[in-house]
């Protein structure tokens, strides 16, 4: 029997990074009564993740629900960047319609069009929200017009070009569907989720299918599957079958653990749930992304959306430094192998390769920042190990080699718009549309690996002011030779500690990495040369002790200045084809492939004859 569930509403929140998402998720929690009145809650509570909290973006797709006039409203805040674009993927699967965030002055930005078209694919209403309609630079009327020529863009059905329209702020926690009429809370938004979003059906009586959108783990009770319940009903602690996704596997009956629903921010156990909710369960030891639990006399799997391959490789290895071992607790190819394994279980974006050699894996992922994100997170769980350069992934299309490409969007002051243009066309970027007076909003075609080691470079170009983002447009043909790193290394020759004297007297030569007082050994990059080429240079060289006492100012004089310490992030970005990054807990090292000063002179006269 066919039943509506009008007591429930999913719905995911989609959007372009940094337009607010989870700020408005904070405010619908809190006027939708999880919170108590005088309760002290921390900003964006649904970024959990230290990461998260750290560097301001959401990384990872949670669930929530709100109750408002007795319905019960899942919702799922899903990551606004591109590299986390397989977490949309397949949450997009649990929900019946979405709410596309927007800010009011940027309007749709490159990851808009990216979800907006997984969720059209998948036939899902849309409604729009024009987020920061506070702002003081806000053109909240133009960014509607952007957005609906956007859906034309995209194929949209007449269903969807009609989607309504709510203005509101995340921040203040207001909306409005007419922004001559006063906002004073978000019950506008709230009605017309409950008015245009379709409450879930199915067949209540049927077998049990539960398709598994998202893992999380937990070290007492193994691994939690969360998905939407398609059809029948589940009960705590019934014999169900997990029909494994991509085969036609069928493993044996198990018993369910433990079964719970979402409210608020908590996890609440349940004895029984029907048809249409939104649930997590345990008691399947090797459940994985896209899996179906269903009920022991009908194994019947569901389809899985398509997740995007990935573009981006980077060989993982262990590391094999003069310092390798002293600050890692996880050292091993052992234990390096099975952490990247156990990654791609939760990640379906991440592919993970055994390589001809014991202790090196090529993993796979989509972007620099979806990759750097799993090192931090290895680092911070006490892994050591080593990293290559990242290279994009290229493909054979109609017999051509073909390469990925990526759509960048550059909003920056006119006077620094022409550094930019310069700087992205020597790396093979066409420019597709330029915008603005005082501040330019720039559109770029570019190959991803243009792209490596370009964002430094932007800030750079225009004093920090500019803003730049990217997202996978597809494959062309391969565009040719890229004009790598233009300047060299400045690289330690011996090891030890390095010293202000030494320093001193190397700084003219470029800019350095490390400060005084740092452990370096033989091979280690410890600076940018300003020209080309690499350079030995003795950072660890102490001063000769004389009878003779020198004057105080002459010993100030002697002021190291303009130590640059690279992140993570700008450690991927700096190293060449040669060079590798040493991750460790404590650490985060440059060095060369061939540690020896005389074995890479000799490499290199080889490759000159």
């Known amino acids: 029997m066919n039943i509506t569930r009008e007591d429930i509403r999913n719905v995911a929140i989609i959007a372009h990074v940094d337009h607010g998402k989870t700020t408005l998720v904070d405010e619908m929690l809190k006027q939708g009564g999880v919170f108590r009145e005088n309760q002290q809650v921390n900003d964006r509570v649904m970024d959990s993740n230290a ?26 805040d899903t990551p606004g960047h591109a590299d986390f674009g397989g977490e949309v993927e397949r949450v997009l699967k649990m929900v019946g319609g979405v709410l596309l965030l927007v800010d009011s002055f940027e309007g749709p930005m490159p990851q808009t069009r990216f979800v907006l078209k997984k969720a059209l694919e998948l036939s899902l209403p849309v409604i729009i929200v024009i987020n920061k309609m506070d702002r003081p630079d806000q053109r909240c009327a133009e960014v509607v017009d952007e957005t609906l020529e956007l859906l034309l863009d995209l194929n949209a059905t007449n269903e969807q070009l009609d989607s309504p329209v709510v203005y509101c702020s995340g921040r203040t926690g207001v909306a409005t569907l007419d922004l001559n009429t006063p906002a004073v809370d978000l019950r506008p938004l709230f009605d017309t989720i409950l008015e245009h979003i379709p409450a879930p059906t199915g067949d209540a009586d049927g077998a049990l299918q539960l398709l598994i959108s998202t893992i999380d783990y937990n070290d007492y009770v193994g691994r ?26 069928v493993s044996v009956p198990a018993r369910l653990g433990g079964l719970f629903t979402f409210d608020g921010l908590k996890r609440v156990p349940a004895e029984s749930v029907q048809v249409g909710d939104i649930v997590a369960v345990t008691g399947f030891a090797d459940l994985s992304i896209g899996d179906t639990i269903c009920d022991v006399a009908m194994a019947d799997p ?57 202790d090196a894996f090529r993993v796979y992922g989509r972007g620099e920042l979806h990759l750097s994100i799993l090192i931090e997170t290895m680092r911070r769980q006490g892994y050591e190990f080593q990293v290559t350069k990242p290279t994009v992934l ?22 620094y718009a022409g550094a930019v243009i310069e700087k992205l066309g020597k790396r093979h ?107 030995d240079v003795n950072v660890c060289k102490k ?13 100030e004089a002697l002021k190291v200045t303009g130590i640059r310490i690279l992140t993570l992030e700008e450690a991927l970005d700096y190293i060449d084809d040669d060079e590798l990054v040493e991750i460790t807990p404590k650490s985060i090292r440059m060095r060369k492939k061939i540690l020896g000063t005389e074995a890479r002179k000799k490499l290199e006269a080889r490759k000159k004859n």
């Open 51 to 76: 990461l998260e909290r750290e560097r301001g973006i959401t990384i990872l797709s949670k669930n929530t629900a709100v109750h408002y006039k007795g319905v019960k409203i899942n919702i799922v």
């Open 224 to 249: 939690i599957g969360v998905g939407r319940i398609e059809r029948g009903s589940i009960k705590a602690g019934q014999m169900a079958v997990r029909c494994v996704y991509g085969s036609s596997f």
């Open 302 to 358: 569901l389809p899985f959306v398509k997740i995007d391959e990935p573009t981006v490789s980077m060989t993982f290895c262990v590391n094999d430094s003069p310092f390798a071992g002293t600050e890692g607790t996880y050292v091993t190819s052992r234990h390096l192998r099975a952490r990247l394994f156990k990654e791609t279980q939760t990640d379906v974006s991440l592919r993970v390769q055994d390589t001809e050699t014991t």
């Open 394 to 415: 290229y493909k054979e299309i109609d017999g051509v080699k073909c390469e990925p490409m990526e759509e960048v969007v550059c909003d920056v002051p006119s006077e």
């Open 429 to 535: 970027g066409v420019l597709v549309s330029m915008e603005g007076v005082d501040r330019v909003r720039l559109v770029f075609s570019v190959p991803s690996r243009g792209l490596f080691g370009y964002r430094g470079e932007f800030l750079t170009d225009t004093r920090g002011e500019g803003v730049m983002s990217a997202v996978f447009s597809g494959y062309e043909p391969y565009k040719g030779e890229i004009p790598t790193r233009p300047s060299g290394s400045l690289v330690a020759w011996e090891t030890g500690e390095t010293t202000s004297y030494a320093m001193f007297y190397i700084q003219d030569r470029g800019e350095l990495f490390v400060a005084p007082g740092t452990k370096v050994y033989n091979g280690m990059i410890v600076g940018r040369n300003s020209r080309p080429g690499d350079i």
């Open 543 to 555: 001063k000769h002790l004389t009878s003779i006492r020198n004057s105080a100012s002459a010993e």
